[in-house]
């Protein structure tokens, strides 16, 4: 059973910059897809940024050029920095995994991330 916990999370001023990590335990990171996505409470959740086994990288158009995913194999640890932060960014992050992208099958439980105007 994977098992994935997130970390990272915060209060910022808008403009400021967070990183959110994913410790990943019960499987190889490098096996799986992995994301993260959002969700505000009341709202459907949002997938905003995923990356293949392979390395490809694929971004919502809402983040594009201010999130960035990374992953280290080594540390089976999933990445999320986040620069340029708007106060609509703020949500609960989760950090997810699967065999195909994006079909996620294991997921975190959340961080809070608030985004101050």
């Known amino acids: 059973q994977v098992q994935l916990v997130e970390s990272g999370g915060g209060s910022v001023q808008a403009g400021g910059s967070l990183r959110l990590s994913c410790t990943t335990s019960?499987?190889?990171?490098?096996?799986?897809?992995m994301g993260w996505i959002r969700q505000v409470p009341g709202k459907q959740r949002e997938w905003i940024s995923y990356?293949?086994?392979?390395?490809?990288?694929y971004y919502a158009d809402s983040v594009k050029g201010r999130f960035t995913i990374s992953k280290d194999n080594a540390e089976n640890t999933l990445y999320l920095q986040m620069n340029s932060l708007k106060p609509e960014d703020t949500a609960i992050y989760y950090c997810?995994?699967?065999?195909?992208?994006?079909?996620?099958?294991?997921w975190g439980q959340g961080t809070q991330v608030t985004v101050s105007s």
């Open positions: 997810a995994a699967g065999g195909y992208c994006p079909n996620f099958i294991y």
């Open positions: 019960g499987g190889t990171i490098n096996s799986y897809c």
């Open positions: 990356i293949s086994t392979l390395g490809y990288t």
